[in-house]
């Protein structure tokens, strides 16, 4: 049974107010024209926006698994370009005012934004993927051992390079992609002291394209690849996809992040040179919080996926990756290691 403060909010949303979420960015509705009057989960999008094949994607399946077992309207909101910290408060709190609940914000740069938006909305359960700095009592901080997934990621390069010469390519240089970079280079070490690591950060900011550019992808895996690294890990977001296009132009093995993309439609192309991708499972996080809600315990604090939860694992979808037994012994066994804790993997 859902909270009935929540029906009676939904029923008083105005259309004034469904303009001011227009004003804040673009929306895609899952909901009919008619309001139930029990409105379910909100996802606010992060840089690169729905349609990245990677993150944001990750967090509409989600969505979509909620509306379908739930049967409740949901709204999912595009991020703005050059966009303020205000801006997406607006945006988490005009999706609260309609009467969701609960309402996500897809990724760190919601700090802000969410801290500010459930101290206004107490009644509302929040959710902020990919940050453990928001302490609220109606705050879900949806975070994950990116690094464990990652060390997996850098065993499989290190057992497939041929050139002892690998790849990491950042979006932004920021703590979160750290620990991508950091459990990488260690599997690829533990596992290849031979093995060199070229690791490069396509910007300083989010708001300069990290996430949002496959043509700096591209660049930036050309030139490892130019070094002789014939595997690239990427954990870029939107411009990921450029250095899975590069890896497959020059005939090396690309490591995807976040979801299985070698299973992503828009990359289809590029699949067979996609050996595994590092995934977290940003759909189940999201989908539980919103269970949570549904059974009228909402989620709160630090809500962790690793390993042992299975919300990081690695992706198997290549046949040719899925089919190496070498390989695949070498990464359960490393698996077990870093659950059991006799493998400590670094965050940074």
Known sequence: ???ISRITVAGAATASLALALSACGGTSSESSSESKGDKGLAIAYDVG???????????????????KEFGYETQDVEPTEGETDADKQQRLESLAKQGYNPVVGVG?????????????????????????????????????????ASYL????????????????????DIPLIHKFQAGFEQGVKDTNPK???????????????????????????????EKKADVVYAAAGLSGQGVIEAAAANKVWAIGVDSDQYRQEALA?????????????????????????????????IVRGDLKTGEVSLSNSNPKFADDAELQEAIETAKEKIIKGEIKVKSS
Do not use: C
Not at 108 to 136: C, H, L, N, Q, R
């Open 269 to 301: 192309k590029y699949k067979d040179s996609i050996l595994t991708s590092a995934m977290k499972d940003v759909a189940k996080a999201v989908y539980n919080l919103a269970k949570s809600v549904e059974d009228g315990k909402p989620e709160t604090g």
């Open 1 to 3: 049974m859902r909270r």
């Open 49 to 67: 926006g729905k349609g990245d094949q990677s993150f944001n994607d990750a967090a509409y399946a989600g969505l979509e698994q909620a509306k």
């Open 153 to 172: 990621a850098g065993v499989a390069a290190a057992r497939s390079t041929e050139s002892n010469v690998v790849g990491f390519v950042g979006g932004v």
């Open 195 to 225: 093995a060199k690591v070229l690791s490069q950060y396509l910007t300083q900011t989010a708001e300069e394209g990290g996430f949002s550019s496959p043509d700096k992808g591209k660049t930036a895996a050309e030139g490892q690849i």
């Open 108 to 148: 760190y740069a919601y700090a802000a934004a969410v801290k500010g938006a459930s101290e206004k909305f107490p009644d509302t359960t929040f959710g902020i993927v990919d940050d453990s700095t928001v302490e609220a009592e109606n705050v879900a901080d949806l975070v994950f051992s990116e690094e464990e």
